[in-house]
């Protein structure tokens, strides 16, 4: 079993930054190609970013293009989202998801990720 945790969320003014953290433990022998996602209220949940366990290659959301960063660490199985240049609408919960293994294509749909965190609530205020 795998757990995922994430942290570093909060409150921020817009055009503020936030750094998401995202480790996993537990049985996390492998690589995981990990992702962010995140759910804002009444909406469904939608692709942030994603970073590739074999070639390190990331991936965005067209919109969060040039503002939010992925990034993995030295320490195996830890993601980091640097979320810059914020906006009210960045309002969400933020969720960290892994798939072990995995090499793409299609980073971004969700169903493809087998461990997701409990999310951490990121609130961007006007």
């Known amino acids: 079993q795998v757990q995922l945790v994430e942290s570093g969320g909060g409150l921020v003014q817009a055009g503020g930054s936030l750094r998401l953290s995202c480790v996993a433990s537990?049985?996390?022998?492998?690589?995981?190609?990990m992702a962010w996602f995140r759910q804002a209220p009444g909406k469904e949940r939608e692709f942030v970013a994603a970073v590739s366990w074999s070639t390190g290659s990331t991936y965005y959301a067209d919109s969060m293009k040039g503002r939010f960063t992925i990034s993995r660490d030295n320490a195996p199985n830890t993601v980091h989202l640097q979320m810059n240049s914020l906006k009210p609408e960045d309002t969400a919960v933020y969720y960290c998801a892994a798939r072990q293994w995995y090499s793409g294509p299609d980073y971004s749909n969700q169903n493809i990720y087998a461990y997701w965190g409990q999310g951490t609530q990121v609130t961007v205020s006007s």
């Open positions: 537990g049985r996390t022998f492998g690589r995981y190609s």
